[in-house]
């Protein structure tokens, strides 16, 4: 679980502050306590921290909180009002097990900003998780997704299609507010020889044909109603 450079300059500091969509003081509450994964470009955080006019961090700072520090800290220092959900104890955390547990009713409508950076595809219980980043959602925000497509064969349970998410936006009145965007890294990841020892796959000969490319989905709602 975690946000890279693409959704702290490209999405929050990039379009969603620039239609006046994430602003500071706003409430924001990810699923999962996310890491920054920002270590390669780690003046993204100053980029985005100074963005919605936080104090940047120092140099001797920066790369500590860039490599997989937690993104509270950045959200907090921007001026955020920030939660995280995760089933262990955390900084800026609330711990449920999204399996089991709603969400608290003082949580319900609070937030600008919703994401689901790679954590709902670890949980069995989608409709909880789902219903969960519902009621977190005040009127008008914005709900964050980055989750699997295809190609992740040991990440997690779940995978998604666009259909879920049309099938999401229909069932709650939704808006797509970002195209269905899929990312796809270079290469294809074969079935695990593990997996592949537990199927009947016929041809056998065929089973290189199930080797696919690993691909996110990256999609964006608006809650348009409580």
């Avoid at 975690?2 to 379009?15: C, F």
């Avoid at 879920?164 to 074969?190: H, K, M, Q, T």
Wanted: charged content about 20%.
């Amino acid at each position: 679980m975690g946000i890279g450079p693409e959704h702290l300059t490209g999405a929050y500091a990039g379009w969603m502050a620039n239609e006046g969509r994430l602003q500071r003081g706003d409430g924001v509450l990810d699923m999962g306590a996310q890491e920054l994964f920002c270590a390669a470009k780690p003046e993204s955080v100053n980029e985005f921290v100074l963005r919605f006019g936080g104090e940047p961090y120092p140099d001797a700072e920066l790369m500590r909180i860039a490599d997989r520090g937690l993104a509270g800290d950045a959200m907090v220092r921007a001026g955020f009002r920030y939660t995280s959900v995760d089933i262990k104890p955390y900084p800026f955390g609330l711990q449920l097990d999204l399996n089991r547990d709603p969400l608290p009713a003082e949580h319900h409508g609070r937030y600008q900003l919703v994401t689901n950076h790679g954590t709902s595809e670890h949980v069995l219980n989608q409709w909880n998780v789902f219903e969960a980043m519902h009621d977190a959602a005040a009127e008008g925000a914005l709900m964050y997704h980055s989750v699997p497509f295809c190609g992740e064969h040991e990440h997690g349970i779940i995978q998604y299609t666009p259909k879920f998410f049309w099938s999401l936006c229909e069932a709650n009145g939704y808006e797509l507010v970002y195209p269905l965007c899929i990312a796809i890294a270079d290469g294809a990841r074969p079935l695990p020889p593990d997996f592949l020892k537990s199927l009947d796959v016929l041809p056998l000969e065929r089973v290189d044909a199930l080797a696919v490319p690993s691909a996110w989905l990256v999609v964006v709602l608006r809650k348009t109603k409580m």
